[in-house]
């Protein structure tokens, strides 16, 4: 993932070229984002894109055609503008999750850091991972 030095550093992420930490700190800050922004989807991509203060600046999606371009392009693949921030027990009971014994594996692939990252994956219990 695309992270800025004080972004990696931030979400506790010393090598940026390591894959593992790389997607960890990236995972990380797309979720501070989502908390950060009240679950708008649109707002958290700005924000990762432009920077969470260009968003604040603008009160919404910054007016970079770069940015507006990314933002476009993801919720159109994502599919939603807007997702739940929810505490473990309250996503289990959104999302339909079994117990713990009969859950999807969700892990990341790891075969997957290998290849070349453009933009967010979208993982579905019936089709696994996929990199938009």
Not at 103 to 121: C, H, Q
Request: include cysteine; glycine fraction near 8%; aromatic fraction near 14%.
């Amino acid at each position: 993932m695309q992270l800025m030095p004080a972004t990696a550093k931030r979400f506790n992420c010393d090598d940026p070229s390591n894959q593992t930490c790389n997607v960890e700190a990236g995972t990380k800050y797309l979720a501070w984002l989502l908390k950060r922004f009240d679950g708008d989807v649109k707002l958290a991509l700005a924000g990762y894109n432009a920077g969470e203060g260009a968003v604040d600046k603008y009160q919404g999606v910054p007016p970079y055609p770069e940015t507006q371009n990314y933002v476009n392009k993801i919720v159109t693949n994502y599919g939603k503008t807007f997702h739940p921030i929810l505490p473990p027990e309250e996503a289990s009971i959104e999302f339909h999750l079994a117990d713990a014994s009969s859950r999807v594996n969700t892990a990341f692939p790891l075969e997957l850091l290998d290849k070349p990252f453009y933009g967010w994956g979208f993982f579905s219990p019936s089709a696994g991972f996929s990199v938009a």
